[in-house]
C-alpha cells in the first residue's frame, strides 16, 4: 500500500478539545504552583518511596518537581504531534473523509491521553507532599488505585481500538 505525506491542517477547536487543552495547562500551573510553595516549607530529605507502610527510600526535596517536569514534558510533546501530525502517514487508498475522521479522533484521544497523563502525576506530587507533611497516615490505597486508573483506562481504549481495527483488516474482503 502506498503513503503519501499529508497537507497541513489546522481544524477549529472543538469545545471538547479547548475544555481538554484548558484544563491541562490549568493542573500544570496549579501543580507547579503547589510544589513551588511547598518546596519551602518541605525539610531537606523527604520520603520518595514506602514499601508497605513504612518509608522505604529518602531523596531530595527537589524530587516534589519531578512529577511536573514529567508532566511538562508530556503536555509539550503530545502538543507537537497534534500540531504536527500532518507528518504521520496515511493510506493513499483511505478517501479524505476517512483520513479526516481518523485525524480528529486521533488528536482526541491525544488530548484524552495528555489530561490523564497530567493528572496521574498531579496526584503523585499530592500524595508525595501528604505523606511528607502527615507520614503517621500511610499510603492512601484510593489515590493509588485513582492513579492506576487514570493510566489504564486510556491504554485499554487504545488496546481496544487497536484490536477492533486489526480484526476489520483481517476479516474485511478487499
Do not use: H
Amino acid at each position: 500500500m502506498q503513503y503519501r505525506p499529508e497537507p497541513i491542517r489546522r481544524f477549529p477547536l472543538s469545545p471538547i478539545d479547548r475544555f481538554l487543552e484548558r484544563t491541562c495547562l490549568v493542573l500544570l500551573i496549579l501543580s507547579f504552583g503547589t510544589a513551588f510553595i511547598a518546596f519551602f516549607f518541605l525539610p531537606d530529605q523527604i520520603v520518595i518511596n514506602y514499601r508497605g507502610d513504612r518509608p522505604d527510600c529518602l531523596g531530595s526535596k527537589l524530587y516534589v518537581f519531578l512529577p511536573i517536569l514529567l508532566s511538562a514534558f508530556c503536555y509539550l510533546l503530545f502538543y507537537g504531534i497534534s500540531k504536527y501530525a500532518n507528518l504521520l502517514r496515511s493510506p493513499a487508498a483511505a478517501s479524505e473523509e476517512a483520513r479526516l475522521r481518523q485525524y480528529r479522533r486521533s488528536i482526541r484521544i491525544m488530548r484524552w491521553f495528555k489530561l490523564f497523563l497530567i493528572l496521574s502525576f498531579s496526584i503523585e506530587l499530592s500524595e508525595t507532599l501528604r505523606l511528607t507533611f502527615r507520614p503517621s497516615r500511610g499510603i492512601n490505597s484510593l489515590a493509588i488505585t485513582i492513579e492506576t486508573l487514570l493510566v489504564a483506562i486510556p491504554v485499554c481504549y487504545l488496546l481496544f481500538a487497536l484490536i477492533r481495527n486489526f480484526r476489520r483488516r483481517v476479516f474485511t474482503k478487499n
